[in-house]
């Protein structure tokens, strides 16, 4: 079975602070994606890798970057953690879809992290 | 962007009953795909339908695609208290990204 895992359950940071977010998945896909996840907007694309060093932004990227060094670890960073930071994130690990095989394969999700910024 | 939208939001019925969660989307996808969340877990992976199927099935779950109407729906037979969740779909329109709509919760009542 894939196994993805977070680092922390629950984190509490204070505003300012660097934060540190790792995932770290155990099956060899090549893509690796963070989400934040808050009730009444689901969830949100904050980045994307699909290889080592490479990496997307998604739909919110202000405010966080990542870290891909190694193929199983992709790693999210708050550079200046704020209280609208506050939220649940998860991590999902994914095969690369080759063209024509009919798009993308499932992702496969991390516990998640909760968040919590004072 | 593009977003799934599940209907309802909430759902509640007893066990044993069927449970029925629709999802709207707006453009042209790839495949869709549902997903369930216990309650402050990780999503969990169900089911994905391609664009050019109509139905599928995998245990006591049955998935339909209707792509002329951008909708999905999810249908849960004999429900189980262990199937309270929220339930999620997604849509993959031929980039790296997957849409998450936000989620059907579930309840079923013992």
């Known amino acids: 079975d894939v196994k993805v895992t977070q680092s922390s359950r629950y984190l509490v940071k204070r505003t300012g602070e660097k934060v540190f977010l790792e995932c770290v998945q155990d099956m060899d896909h090549e893509n690796m994606f963070w989400y934040r996840q808050d009730p009444g907007l689901g969830l949100r694309l904050i980045y994307f890798?699909?290889?080592?060093?490479?990496?997307e932004k998604g739909d919110i990227p202000e405010g966080y970057s990542v870290s891909r060094e190694k193929k199983e670890r992709f790693s999210l960073i708050l550079e200046s953690a704020s209280t609208n930071q506050t939220s649940m994130y998860l991590c999902a690990s994914s095969l690369f879809a080759r063209s024509g095989t009919g798009g993308a394969y499932e992702q496969y999700f991390g516990p998640g992290t909760r968040l919590t910024v004072t | 962007s593009q977003q799934g939208e599940e209907d309802p939001q909430a759902l509640s019925i007893q066990e044993g009953e069927n449970a029925t969660m629709n999802c709207s989307y707006k453009t042209s996808i790839n495949n869709l795909q549902w997903y369930r969340q216990n309650s402050g877990r990780g999503l969990v992976h169900l089911i994905l339908i391609r664009s050019n199927e109509r139905e599928k099935h995998s245990g006591r779950l049955r998935v339909t695609l209707d792509t002329s109407k951008k909708s999905s729906s999810l249908l849960i037979t004999a429900s189980r208290a262990a199937d309270t969740a929220s339930y999620f779909c997604?849509?993959?329109?031929?980039?790296?990204?997957?849409?998450f709509g936000t989620g059907t919760r579930l309840k079923v009542l013992a």
């Open positions: 997604a849509t993959h329109s031929g980039t790296y990204k997957y849409i």
């Open positions: 890798s699909y290889d080592v060093k490479m990496k």
